[in-house]
Structures are given as C-alpha cells and as structure tokens.
C-alpha cells in the first residue's frame, strides 16, 4: 500500500499548497518558500510552520531557504487535486455555463469535496480532458503545452492563437477577468502589434482593438505560432 493510500487525504490547506507548489516546481525546478508566500498571500513564517507539517508528513523534502522538492506521495496529492479542480472547470462552463473568468474561484470551492468516484465519473462524461477551460495541463499532459510560446517572445506583426492563461494568471482574479473581457481567451486569434522592450510593454491587435499588457502579466500568457512562424528565431526580451 502506497503512503498516500494509508494515511487520508490532505487538509484543504495543505492541498492549497500543494497545487501552487506543483506548479512552481514544474515551471522552476524548486520551491522557494518567499515566492510562495507572496503568491498565497500569507507570512513567511506561516509558510516556515506549514512546510515543517508537511515534511513531518512527507509531503516534501528540502529546507525553505535552500528550496524545497515535493516527494512521490507529495507530487501524487497534488496532481489529485488539479485534476478535481481542473474536471470542476470544465463542469462549471459546460454545464453550469459559469464565465471562464469565474470558474477558477467557484471550482477552489468545490474541489475538496470531490470523491474519487465523482472525479472518474466527471472524467468520462467531460471526455477526459487534457487542459482546463484556461489551457492548462493536466498533470501528465505537460507535453499538450510544451510548443506554446509567451507573448513577449513573438515579434511584432504576427497573427497568433491564444491557448493556455498560466494557473498563476488565474489565481489573479482581476488579471483574469481583465484578460477574458478583453479577448484574450484561449482559441482567441491575436496579432502582436507592437512590443515596446523600453518600457515593458506589448500591444496586441484583438478584434480590432488594441489591449496593452506589461510583460509580467504577458509572460502568463502563451499562444501557438503558425507552421510557418515555428521556424523563424524570436527575439529576447
């Protein structure tokens, strides 16, 4: 018997951790514990007693200032909740018809109480997806991802396809909404009409109004290139 099957599932606050910390680690090979204090908005010191918790009970391995790795059991509990919270998505937009900018916040309620029994069951009626509502991987489909390209790196005139907003995008409510108000949604055609390195600016063509983002927010933002741009080197930023 695996750990995680003899010991019950994480506390809603440690499957909190969870998800942003398998992100970071997928994106940035560490957890640093000041970055995920910032992004879950508590103290440095709080994140310092949570990470002892959770090494106590083998969630994770590593020092908070020396970064942190998330164990088997630990990556295991987290690709769990995703998959709920991702499947609760898909359910609030089909279904439900929530906006996609809502069904981040709506889905965080409700992806605790998924049994694993619901959760097969909501993966064969939703088709068993490979991205959420906003693009983003389910764990173990990171390659669906893997060619897309952030907005700061195209170059100025090209027609691009929005795909995936980063999770870190959506647990920015106002950036969300901002984004999806404004058409830059996954399936959206943009084309980049100018990038301003000078002042960490792009703007972007969108149904023919224009929508400036800093490059911050931009580098959450991921699109995919036609066949015949995928050949042409992107500049730096």
Known sequence: MTLIAAQSRPTHTIEDYLMTMYALERD????????????????????????????????ITGKGHSGVHLTDTGRSAASSVI??????EWLLVKLIKI??????????????????????????ILGDPHVCPHGNPFPGFEKVVKDLVPL?????????????IHEFAEDNHAL??????????????????EVLPFNQTLNLLVERKLVTLGFAAARLVFVER???????????H
Not at 28 to 54: C, D, Q, S, W, Y
Not at 106 to 123: C, D
Not at 152 to 164: C, F, I, K, N, S
Request: proline content about 7%.
């Open 28 to 59: 940035h090979g560490e957890i640093v514990a000041a970055r995920l204090a910032e992004m879950l908005n508590v103290a440095p010191a709080t994140v310092a007693m949570t990470f002892k918790r959770m090494a106590r009970d083998h969630w």
């Open 83 to 88: 998959r709920r919270h991702m499947l609760v």
């Open 99 to 124: 906006p996609v900018d809502q069904t981040h916040d709506e889905a965080h309620n409700l992806e605790h109480a998924i049994s694993p029994l619901l959760e097969a069951r909501l993966r064969e």
């Open 152 to 164: 700061p790196d195209l170059p100025a005139g090209e027609l691009v396809t929005v795909r995936r």
């Open 176 to 193: 969300l909404k901002f984004l999806i108000e404004n058409g830059v949604a996954p399936g959206a055609k943009v084309i980049m009409s």
């Open 226 to 236: 036609s066949k015949s741009s995928t050949s042409q080197k992107t500049p730096d």
